[in-house]
Protein backbone atom coordinates (compact mmCIF):
# COMPACT_ATOMS: atom_id res chain seq x y z
CA UNK A 1 0.00 0.00 0.00
CA UNK A 2 2.52 2.10 0.76
CA UNK A 3 4.57 2.40 -2.49
CA UNK A 4 1.32 1.98 -3.98
CA UNK A 5 0.49 5.79 -2.45
CA UNK A 6 3.81 6.53 -3.40
CA UNK A 7 3.71 6.06 -6.74
CA UNK A 8 0.28 7.05 -7.24
CA UNK A 9 1.98 10.92 -5.81
CA UNK A 10 4.61 10.68 -8.29
CA UNK A 11 2.30 9.64 -11.30
CA UNK A 12 -0.01 11.85 -10.22
CA UNK A 13 2.33 14.62 -9.98
CA UNK A 14 4.13 13.49 -13.36
CA UNK A 15 1.34 13.18 -15.09
CA UNK A 16 0.59 17.27 -14.94
CA UNK A 17 3.55 18.21 -17.68
CA UNK A 18 0.98 16.79 -19.98
CA UNK A 19 -1.25 19.98 -20.46
CA UNK A 20 -4.49 18.77 -21.25
CA UNK A 21 -7.43 20.98 -21.88
CA UNK A 22 -10.18 20.92 -19.25
CA UNK A 23 -13.62 22.31 -18.80
CA UNK A 24 -13.42 22.52 -15.12
CA UNK A 25 -14.38 25.67 -13.56
CA UNK A 26 -11.82 28.29 -12.33
CA UNK A 27 -12.33 27.98 -8.64
CA UNK A 28 -13.27 31.24 -7.01
CA UNK A 29 -10.14 31.38 -5.33
CA UNK A 30 -7.70 31.72 -7.88
CA UNK A 31 -9.65 33.75 -10.16
CA UNK A 32 -7.75 36.89 -10.25
CA UNK A 33 -10.68 39.61 -10.71
CA UNK A 34 -12.31 38.15 -8.02
CA UNK A 35 -10.77 38.93 -4.41
CA UNK A 36 -11.05 35.86 -2.36
CA UNK A 37 -13.34 37.98 0.50
CA UNK A 38 -16.01 38.05 -2.38
CA UNK A 39 -16.17 34.40 -2.54
CA UNK A 40 -19.46 33.47 -1.09
CA UNK A 41 -19.03 30.78 1.44
CA UNK A 42 -21.54 27.76 1.77
CA UNK A 43 -20.96 27.09 -1.91
CA UNK A 44 -21.40 23.25 -3.10
CA UNK A 45 -17.86 22.25 -3.95
CA UNK A 46 -19.07 18.72 -4.26
CA UNK A 47 -22.72 17.42 -5.34
CA UNK A 48 -22.79 13.38 -5.70
CA UNK A 49 -25.76 11.85 -6.63
CA UNK A 50 -26.44 7.92 -6.46
CA UNK A 51 -23.01 7.37 -6.54
CA UNK A 52 -21.44 3.58 -6.65
CA UNK A 53 -18.74 2.51 -7.16
CA UNK A 54 -17.26 -1.04 -7.86
CA UNK A 55 -14.16 -2.70 -8.07
CA UNK A 56 -14.74 -5.15 -11.16
CA UNK A 57 -18.19 -6.58 -9.78
CA UNK A 58 -17.65 -6.05 -6.49
CA UNK A 59 -19.72 -3.20 -5.03
CA UNK A 60 -18.09 -1.21 -2.99
CA UNK A 61 -20.39 1.44 -2.08
CA UNK A 62 -24.08 2.11 -3.03
CA UNK A 63 -26.09 4.96 -3.62
CA UNK A 64 -23.77 7.80 -1.88
CA UNK A 65 -25.70 11.45 -2.43
CA UNK A 66 -24.22 13.96 -0.49
CA UNK A 67 -23.28 17.77 -0.70
CA UNK A 68 -19.85 19.11 0.32
CA UNK A 69 -19.85 22.80 1.21
CA UNK A 70 -16.87 25.52 0.63
CA UNK A 71 -14.50 26.64 3.59
CA UNK A 72 -15.78 23.81 5.79
CA UNK A 73 -14.49 20.82 7.07
CA UNK A 74 -16.51 17.42 6.59
CA UNK A 75 -15.83 14.75 8.23
CA UNK A 76 -16.11 10.38 6.64
CA UNK A 77 -16.51 8.23 9.74
CA UNK A 78 -17.89 4.68 10.41
CA UNK A 79 -16.48 0.93 10.69
CA UNK A 80 -13.62 -0.29 8.54
CA UNK A 81 -14.59 -1.84 5.13
CA UNK A 82 -17.64 0.69 4.61
CA UNK A 83 -16.00 2.95 2.19
CA UNK A 84 -15.24 5.93 3.05
CA UNK A 85 -11.45 5.47 1.20
CA UNK A 86 -13.43 4.47 -1.99
CA UNK A 87 -15.91 7.90 -1.75
CA UNK A 88 -12.97 10.02 -0.89
CA UNK A 89 -10.72 8.90 -4.04
CA UNK A 90 -13.96 9.08 -6.06
CA UNK A 91 -13.71 13.11 -5.11
CA UNK A 92 -10.42 13.95 -7.03
CA UNK A 93 -10.47 10.60 -9.84
CA UNK A 94 -8.05 8.76 -7.65
CA UNK A 95 -9.99 5.40 -8.67
CA UNK A 96 -9.41 6.09 -12.22
CA UNK A 97 -5.87 4.36 -11.44
CA UNK A 98 -7.21 1.57 -9.95
CA UNK A 99 -7.61 -1.27 -12.20
CA UNK A 100 -11.33 -2.57 -12.81
CA UNK A 101 -12.20 0.27 -11.05
CA UNK A 102 -15.83 2.04 -11.95
CA UNK A 103 -18.10 4.88 -10.87
CA UNK A 104 -21.74 4.60 -11.59
CA UNK A 105 -24.28 8.10 -10.83
CA UNK A 106 -23.40 11.98 -10.74
CA UNK A 107 -20.37 13.69 -9.32
CA UNK A 108 -20.56 17.50 -9.58
CA UNK A 109 -17.54 19.42 -9.26
CA UNK A 110 -18.16 23.55 -9.03
CA UNK A 111 -21.49 22.64 -10.81
CA UNK A 112 -19.41 20.38 -13.50
CA UNK A 113 -19.58 16.50 -13.98
CA UNK A 114 -15.78 15.32 -12.90
CA UNK A 115 -16.67 12.44 -14.80
CA UNK A 116 -17.63 13.76 -17.85
CA UNK A 117 -15.52 13.61 -21.47
CA UNK A 118 -12.79 15.74 -21.85
CA UNK A 119 -12.65 16.36 -18.01
CA UNK A 120 -8.62 15.98 -17.63
CA UNK A 121 -7.98 13.46 -14.20
CA UNK A 122 -4.90 15.27 -14.41
CA UNK A 123 -6.28 18.47 -13.77
CA UNK A 124 -8.58 17.22 -11.35
CA UNK A 125 -6.08 15.83 -9.04
CA UNK A 126 -4.16 19.12 -9.46
CA UNK A 127 -7.23 21.40 -8.20
CA UNK A 128 -8.27 18.35 -5.74
CA UNK A 129 -5.17 17.27 -3.85
CA UNK A 130 -4.63 14.22 -1.46
CA UNK A 131 -2.69 13.71 1.69
CA UNK A 132 -2.86 9.94 2.55
CA UNK A 133 -3.04 7.58 5.67
CA UNK A 134 1.00 7.24 5.90
CA UNK A 135 3.22 10.17 5.75
CA UNK A 136 5.02 9.49 1.99
CA UNK A 137 7.59 12.07 1.29
CA UNK A 138 9.78 11.79 -1.89
CA UNK A 139 13.08 10.41 -1.37
CA UNK A 140 14.71 14.19 -1.99
CA UNK A 141 15.02 17.31 -0.05
CA UNK A 142 12.53 19.28 1.74
CA UNK A 143 12.91 21.91 -0.54
CA UNK A 144 12.80 19.83 -3.83
CA UNK A 145 9.29 17.98 -1.94
CA UNK A 146 7.63 21.19 -2.15
CA UNK A 147 8.78 22.49 -5.20
CA UNK A 148 8.16 19.48 -7.16
CA UNK A 149 5.06 20.30 -8.63
CA UNK A 150 5.34 23.91 -9.02
CA UNK A 151 8.81 22.88 -11.19
CA UNK A 152 6.44 20.37 -13.47
CA UNK A 153 3.77 22.99 -13.46
CA UNK A 154 6.59 25.00 -15.48
CA UNK A 155 7.82 27.34 -12.54
CA UNK A 156 11.51 27.27 -12.49
CA UNK A 157 12.42 31.27 -11.16
CA UNK A 158 14.16 30.39 -8.00
CA UNK A 159 12.96 33.70 -6.37
CA UNK A 160 9.29 32.59 -7.14
CA UNK A 161 10.19 28.92 -6.07
CA UNK A 162 11.80 29.93 -3.03
CA UNK A 163 8.87 32.11 -1.76
CA UNK A 164 6.26 29.49 -2.92
CA UNK A 165 8.16 26.63 -0.51
CA UNK A 166 8.53 29.07 2.54
CA UNK A 167 4.65 30.18 1.75
CA UNK A 168 3.38 26.38 1.73
CA UNK A 169 5.71 25.39 4.46
CA UNK A 170 4.22 28.34 7.04
CA UNK A 171 1.02 27.29 5.79
CA UNK A 172 1.87 23.76 6.85
CA UNK A 173 2.84 24.78 10.56
CA UNK A 174 5.86 23.41 9.20
CA UNK A 175 8.61 26.92 8.35
CA UNK A 176 9.91 27.19 11.46
CA UNK A 177 11.28 23.68 12.57
CA UNK A 178 13.37 23.37 8.96
CA UNK A 179 13.62 26.23 7.65
CA UNK A 180 17.40 26.02 8.67
CA UNK A 181 17.38 22.06 7.00
CA UNK A 182 15.35 22.98 3.60
CA UNK A 183 18.69 20.90 1.99
CA UNK A 184 18.16 18.34 4.36
CA UNK A 185 16.50 14.81 3.31
CA UNK A 186 12.82 14.93 3.58
CA UNK A 187 12.80 11.13 4.90
CA UNK A 188 14.74 12.13 7.91
CA UNK A 189 11.71 13.73 9.41
CA UNK A 190 9.91 12.69 12.28
CA UNK A 191 6.43 10.95 11.20
CA UNK A 192 4.02 14.06 12.45
CA UNK A 193 6.54 16.95 10.11
CA UNK A 194 6.65 14.14 7.40
CA UNK A 195 3.28 14.44 6.98
CA UNK A 196 2.84 18.23 7.35
CA UNK A 197 5.42 18.23 4.76
CA UNK A 198 3.66 16.15 2.56
CA UNK A 199 0.59 18.77 3.30
CA UNK A 200 2.85 21.62 1.94
CA UNK A 201 3.31 19.53 -0.95
CA UNK A 202 -0.37 19.70 -1.94
CA UNK A 203 -0.63 23.58 -0.70
CA UNK A 204 2.28 24.43 -3.14
CA UNK A 205 0.46 23.88 -6.40
CA UNK A 206 -3.02 25.91 -4.94
CA UNK A 207 -5.53 23.41 -4.88
CA UNK A 208 -8.87 24.80 -4.15
CA UNK A 209 -9.50 21.00 -2.12
CA UNK A 210 -7.54 19.00 0.51
CA UNK A 211 -8.56 15.36 1.27
CA UNK A 212 -6.97 13.51 3.60
CA UNK A 213 -7.04 9.78 4.04
CA UNK A 214 -6.80 9.32 7.99
CA UNK A 215 -3.57 11.47 8.48
CA UNK A 216 -3.03 11.37 11.96
CA UNK A 217 -3.13 7.41 12.28
CA UNK A 218 0.45 7.26 12.01
CA UNK A 219 1.11 10.14 14.91
CA UNK A 220 1.39 10.52 18.08
CA UNK A 221 -1.15 13.03 20.19
CA UNK A 222 0.73 15.76 19.84
CA UNK A 223 1.38 15.84 15.88
CA UNK A 224 -1.94 14.94 15.34
CA UNK A 225 -2.94 18.06 17.49
CA UNK A 226 -0.49 20.30 15.31
CA UNK A 227 -1.97 18.66 11.93
CA UNK A 228 -5.65 19.43 13.46
CA UNK A 229 -4.77 22.98 14.68
CA UNK A 230 -3.67 23.24 10.90
CA UNK A 231 -6.76 22.42 9.69
CA UNK A 232 -8.45 24.28 11.03
CA UNK A 233 -6.08 27.91 10.08
CA UNK A 234 -6.31 26.65 6.38
CA UNK A 235 -10.02 25.89 6.03
CA UNK A 236 -11.13 29.44 5.61
CA UNK A 237 -8.63 29.23 2.15
CA UNK A 238 -9.48 25.43 1.36
CA UNK A 239 -11.97 22.85 1.52
CA UNK A 240 -11.17 19.78 3.32
CA UNK A 241 -12.65 16.72 3.60
CA UNK A 242 -11.10 13.86 5.92
CA UNK A 243 -11.81 10.10 6.62
CA UNK A 244 -11.17 9.78 10.47
CA UNK A 245 -11.71 6.81 12.17
CA UNK A 246 -11.32 8.67 15.89
CA UNK A 247 -14.67 10.31 16.28
CA UNK A 248 -13.18 12.77 18.63
CA UNK A 249 -11.07 14.12 16.04
CA UNK A 250 -14.08 14.44 14.12
CA UNK A 251 -15.80 16.33 16.67
CA UNK A 252 -12.93 18.79 17.21
CA UNK A 253 -12.23 19.59 13.78
CA UNK A 254 -15.35 19.13 11.16
CA UNK A 255 -18.38 20.95 10.67
CA UNK A 256 -19.76 18.14 9.01
CA UNK A 257 -20.09 14.58 8.93
CA UNK A 258 -21.11 11.65 7.69
CA UNK A 259 -21.20 8.22 8.92
CA UNK A 260 -21.14 5.35 6.57
CA UNK A 261 -21.68 2.03 7.43
CA UNK A 262 -21.34 -1.68 5.89
CA UNK A 263 -25.29 -2.96 4.54
CA UNK A 264 -25.34 -7.02 4.51
CA UNK A 265 -28.04 -9.00 2.49
CA UNK A 266 -28.15 -12.47 3.98
CA UNK A 267 -29.41 -13.77 1.14
CA UNK A 268 -27.10 -13.04 -1.47
CA UNK A 269 -23.89 -12.94 1.26
CA UNK A 270 -23.03 -9.48 -0.43
CA UNK A 271 -21.91 -6.46 1.54
CA UNK A 272 -21.44 -2.93 0.27
CA UNK A 273 -20.85 0.64 1.93
CA UNK A 274 -23.96 2.43 2.84
CA UNK A 275 -24.12 6.47 3.76
CA UNK A 276 -26.68 6.18 6.58
CA UNK A 277 -26.34 9.77 7.80
CA UNK A 278 -25.04 13.06 6.88
CA UNK A 279 -24.95 16.53 9.29
CA UNK A 280 -23.92 18.59 10.93
CA UNK A 281 -21.61 17.34 13.09
CA UNK A 282 -22.94 18.50 16.57
CA UNK A 283 -26.09 17.26 15.82
CA UNK A 284 -24.86 13.61 13.89
CA UNK A 285 -22.82 13.10 17.41
CA UNK A 286 -25.50 14.90 19.66
CA UNK A 287 -28.95 14.34 18.19
CA UNK A 288 -28.41 11.10 15.65
CA UNK A 289 -31.57 10.42 14.10
CA UNK A 290 -30.61 6.64 12.65
CA UNK A 291 -30.36 4.08 15.23
CA UNK A 292 -27.05 2.52 13.27
CA UNK A 293 -25.62 6.22 13.72
CA UNK A 294 -26.39 6.29 17.54
CA UNK A 295 -24.84 2.37 17.90
CA UNK A 296 -21.71 4.29 16.18
CA UNK A 297 -21.13 7.24 17.97
CA UNK A 298 -21.94 6.15 21.37
CA UNK A 299 -18.93 3.28 20.77
CA UNK A 300 -21.63 0.42 20.72
CA UNK A 301 -20.96 -1.07 17.13
CA UNK A 302 -17.84 -0.79 14.64
P1 LIG B 1 -12.76 2.12 4.42
O1 LIG B 1 -11.86 3.20 3.93
O2 LIG B 1 -14.07 2.61 4.96
O3 LIG B 1 -12.09 1.19 5.42
P2 LIG B 1 -12.51 1.11 1.71
O4 LIG B 1 -13.06 2.19 0.86
O5 LIG B 1 -11.04 0.96 1.77
O6 LIG B 1 -13.16 1.19 3.16
O7 LIG B 1 -13.08 -0.29 1.19
C1 LIG B 1 -14.47 -0.51 0.90
C2 LIG B 1 -14.59 -1.91 0.34
O8 LIG B 1 -13.95 -1.98 -0.94
C3 LIG B 1 -13.95 -2.99 1.21
O9 LIG B 1 -14.75 -4.15 1.13
C4 LIG B 1 -12.61 -3.19 0.55
O10 LIG B 1 -12.14 -4.51 0.76
C5 LIG B 1 -12.93 -2.96 -0.93
N1 LIG B 1 -11.78 -2.42 -1.67
C6 LIG B 1 -11.07 -1.30 -1.38
N2 LIG B 1 -10.10 -1.09 -2.29
C7 LIG B 1 -10.18 -2.11 -3.18
C8 LIG B 1 -9.46 -2.47 -4.36
N3 LIG B 1 -8.45 -1.72 -4.80
N4 LIG B 1 -9.84 -3.59 -5.01
C9 LIG B 1 -10.87 -4.35 -4.56
N5 LIG B 1 -11.60 -4.06 -3.47
C10 LIG B 1 -11.26 -2.96 -2.78
MG1 LIG C 1 -9.89 3.69 4.43
Request: net charge neutral; with cysteine; proline share 5%.
Amino acid sequence: MEQSEQNVAAQTETETQTQTQTRLPKPAALEETLPVSATPTGAEIFKTQNVSIYYSSFRAVTDVSLDIYENEITAFIGPSGCGKTTVLRTLNRMNDLVPGARVEGDVKYRGESLYAKGVSPIAVRRRIGMVFQKPNPFPKSIYDNVAYGPRINGEHNKKKLDEIVEKSLRGAALWDEVKDRLKNSGLGLSGGQAQRLCIARTLAVEPDVVLMDEPCSALDPIATGAIEDLMREIKSQYTIVIVTHNMQQATRVSDRTAFYSVLRDEKSDTRTGVLVEYGPTTQIFEDPHDSRTQAYVTGRMG
